[in-house]
């Protein structure tokens, strides 16, 4: 047989149409499984034995009150003494003086660390009040632990709006109906995800949220005694989110639960310039062009920075050569 013919028998055998050569695949994001069953026994004893021995640490009210009196007994300063809400303030001298006469589970706070964590004045004194939040917000953190379902540190969106929808019975809310509650809540709960789940991962570390002045700013509506003022002015009060209820449904003309670019430009009489817009909607996640509750935020956000606070801003920042006055000339030459 020639070499012709057998080159033949070779190409006859051969398959017509081969298959095509295997493509690559594109990796997948790496997405740890929070929920793993098989460990889940497992870090639940841990975080029971560990939230077993944080309770020895947390005082009760009374408790509370008598290491209340001891700042005052033994602070350096003191501001507004004679209004009704004074401000005590203590040197660490006097913190350890304080040490050594409050109950014995309470002095895991009193120790240098601690101190050092708060923020101090001039004098380096601090606020007296610091170290009963720190109490009071180690009870919310183990309050908000209970919720989370994978015991690591971590609560999802669901599990914090479970605890908020709990928490409400002790805040100083008015009566909600059942359709606003549910835009309530939603409304809380964007307000930590939008500052401490950058990432969008879904989930949120106990910790940063019990340290954050937004929990500290929750936390002030369960004082029952709040003044009007006080409630007016506070993120989570019914008022505040039924005026950015309000907005939102006014700026919503398609009533999907969603704003567009053209309808966030009629906010404020179109007061956003449209390079703002621009740089909002390329930064912000959109769903078909349009923004979720997000933007409630951002609308309430603007309602309360005061104009003044803008003015001093740009003041310090063009830093002109003639105090009050920003010229072409002067901004030339400003440092």
């Known amino acids: 047989m020639s070499l012709v013919q057998r080159l033949q028998q070779a190409l006859d ?3 017509p149409n081969p298959p095509p050569p295997p ?3 594109i990796p997948k994001f790496y997405r740890k499984d929070y929920y793993d ?7 639940k004893a841990v975080y029971q034995h560990k939230n077993a021995r944080r309770q020895e640490y947390i005082a009760t009210s009374q ?3 008598e290491t209340w009196e001891l700042f005052k007994m033994y602070h350096d300063s003191i501001i507004n003494a004679t209004s009704k809400d004074p401000k005590y303030y203590i040197s660490y001298k006097k913190f350890k003086i304080v040490r050594e006469k409050v109950l014995p589970k309470l002095r895991p706070y009193f120790t240098a660390k601690h101190f050092l964590g708060f923020k101090q004045t001039d004098k380096k004194l601090i606020s007296a009040i610091c170290i ?7 009870e919310g953190y183990d309050s908000l632990s209970d919720y989370g379902q994978t015991y690591d540190g971590f609560v999802t969106e669901d599990e914090l709006q479970l605890y908020i929808e709990d928490l409400i ?4 809310l008015r009566p909600q109906s059942a359709q606003f509650r549910k835009f309530y809540l939603c409304n809380c709960v964007k307000k930590f995800t939008f500052f401490l789940d950058k990432n969008r991962n879904g989930r949120m570390k106990i910790m940063n949220i019990v340290l954050s002045p937004i929990f500290v700013e929750l936390m002030e509506l369960k004082d029952l005694s709040l003044s009007q003022e006080l409630q007016d002015n506070n993120w989570f009060s019914t008022s505040v989110s039924m005026r950015v209820y309000g907005e939102f449904i ?3 003309t398609d009533k999907n639960g969603m704003l567009s670019r053209k309808e966030l430009a009629r906010y404020r ?3 956003l310039t449209r390079a703002f817009l621009d740089r909002l909607f390329a930064e912000m996640q959109t769903y078909g062009g349009e923004m979720d509750v997000v933007i409630r935020m951002f609308a309430a956000n603007l309602d309360a920075i005061p104009k003044s606070d803008v003015v001093n801003e740009i003041f310090d920042m063009v830093n002109p050569k003639v105090k009050h006055y920003i010229t072409l000339k002067g901004k030339l030459y400003a440092k």
């Open 169 to 172: 019975p002790s805040l100083c």
């Open 269 to 271: 009489n179109g007061n």
């Open 13 to 15: 055998k051969l398959d």
């Open 23 to 25: 493509q690559e695949e």
């Open 37 to 43: 069953e098989s460990i889940l026994p497992l870090r």
């Open 250 to 252: 006014r700026l919503d």
């Open 63 to 65: 408790e509370l009150e």
């Open 132 to 138: 009963v939040n720190l109490d009071l917000l180690m």
